[in-house]
């Protein structure tokens, strides 16, 4: 019995640079590293708060709720300021990649048409 190979996803158009790099791809790109960011660093926190000091005092529900929304808005902020530089390399790295497959692109359509002699 065979399986088939799971199909690939399609290539992101942030990544793949369909339309060149336009302000539009990178107010997405910009939008979606702080977004990243963001979410690393709640993960960052949930595993910090993991620790137990053994203070019964304060580990109820109600603050441990609190602590999330603290620890949530926190995330949001320190990624909307750019603080940690995470959302920074993203951007840059996920660039580079835009400007490498959009010349690949460009190189090998060169190529198939005879123009890349």
């Known amino acids: 019995m065979s399986t088939a190979a799971p199909s690939p996803l399609p290539p992101s158009p942030i990544v793949a640079g369909n339309a060149g790099n336009t302000a539009g791809n990178k107010a997405t790109l910009h939008a979606a590293a702080q977004k ?69 692109s460009t190189a090998s359509a060169a190529s198939a048409t005879g123009k890349g002699r």
């Open 36 to 104: 990243f960011e963001a979410m690393m660093v709640r993960q960052m926190l949930a595993e910090a708060r993991k620790t137990d000091f053994g203070d019964k005092l304060m580990s109820n529900e109600g603050t441990q709720t609190f602590r999330e929304m603290q620890d949530s808005r926190f995330a949001d902020a320190a990624a909307k300021t750019g603080s940690l530089g995470f959302a920074k390399m993203i951007e840059a790295q996920l660039s580079r990649q835009s400007h490498t497959g959009t010349t690949q």
